[in-house]
C-alpha cells in the first residue's frame, strides 16, 4: 500500500484565484479527512466524509471552501476566491472503518497565495 | 481554555534520556487519543493510541492516559537525534481529531 497521496504537492496562484486539491486515500480507508495547518499550530479540521457522504464541515470555513468525495474514492477541495490568508499548508488523511479512528496523513498541498 | 494544550517547548534532552511530552485536554468524555511526530517541513505521523486509562509501550516509546486527570503523556526512551521533531497531541471528538499546538523536541547528540 502507498498510503495516502495528495496532488499537488505544491500551488502558487494569484489572490482571487480558484484552486483545486486533490486527495487519494489508502485503499478500502471508508473515512477521509481535511486539515488546514499553518505555521507553528496544530491541524485544524476543515471536512470529512464517509464513504461519499460528508458528515461534517468546520464552522470556521467560509463557503468559498468545497470538498466533494464521489464514489467514496479520491477527493477534491476547492478554494475559490483565495485570499492571502487561505496560504497554508492542506493535509488529507484517511483512516480504516475499523473504528480506531486513527489517521493516516498524506504528503499535503502547500499553498502561497500571492 | 483550548481544547488540547500542549507546552510549544522547545524541550531539549540529551542523547539517551527520556523525553516526557504532556498534553491536557478539557472535554471530559474523550475517549480516544493519538501521539503524532511531524519533521519540519513534513506531514503529522501517527506513532501512538491510547484508548484506556494507564499505559500502553510501543518500543521506545509509551503513551500515558489519565482520564480523570484529562491528562496524557508520551514518553519515549533513550532519546536519539532523530527524535527531534514536533509532538502533536490530538484527541478524538466526533469523527474528527482536535490538535493541541505541538511540542518541539530537541535531542542534542
Redesign the interface.
Known amino acids: 500500500d502507498t498510503g495516502v497521496s495528495q496532488d499537488p504537492r505544491h500551488k502558487i496562484t494569484k489572490r482571487g484565484q480558484n484552486v483545486t486539491f486533490r486527495c487519494d486515500p489508502i485503499s478500502e480507508h471508508n473515512?477521509l479527512?481535511w486539515y488546514r495547518q499553518t505555521l507553528?499550530?496544530?491541524?485544524?479540521?476543515l471536512t470529512?466524509f464517509?464513504n461519499e457522504a460528508q458528515?461534517?464541515k468546520s464552522r470556521l470555513l467560509s463557503d468559498r471552501f468545497s470538498a466533494e468525495r464521489p464514489k467514496g474514492s479520491f477527493s477534491t477541495l476547492e478554494i475559490q476566491r483565495t485570499e492571502q490568508g487561505d496560504s497554508a499548508?492542506y493535509?488529507c488523511a484517511s483512516s480504516p472503518r475499523d473504528g480506531?479512528?486513527?489517521?493516516?496523513?498524506?504528503?499535503?498541498t502547500r499553498l502561497t497565495v500571492t | 481554555q483550548k481544547e488540547?494544550e500542549q507546552n510549544?517547548g522547545p524541550l531539549s534532552v540529551p542523547e539517551g534520556a527520556i523525553a516526557s511530552l504532556n498534553c491536557t485536554y478539557s472535554d471530559r468524555g474523550s475517549q480516544?487519543f493519538?501521539w503524532?511526530r511531524q519533521y519540519s517541513g513534513?506531514?503529522?505521523?501517527?506513532i501512538m493510541?491510547i484508548y484506556s486509562n494507564g499505559d500502553k509501550e510501543d518500543g521506545r516509546f509509551t503513551a500515558q492516559l489519565n482520564k480523570a486527570s484529562q491528562y496524557v503523556s508520551l514518553l519515549i526512551r533513550d532519546s536519539q537525534p532523530s527524535d527531534s521533531a514536533t509532538y502533536?497531541c490530538?484527541v478524538?471528538k466526533?469523527?474528527?481529531?482536535?490538535?493541541?499546538?505541538?511540542t518541539e523536541l530537541s535531542v542534542k547528540p
Open positions: 473515512r479527512y507553528g499550530q496544530g491541524p485544524e479540521f470529512y464517509q458528515l461534517e499548508m493535509l480506531s479512528y486513527e489517521q493516516y496523513f498524506g504528503p499535503g | 488540547v510549544s480516544s493519538f503524532y513534513k506531514s503529522p505521523e501517527l493510541s502533536l490530538a478524538r466526533g469523527g474528527k481529531l482536535i490538535f493541541g499546538q505541538g
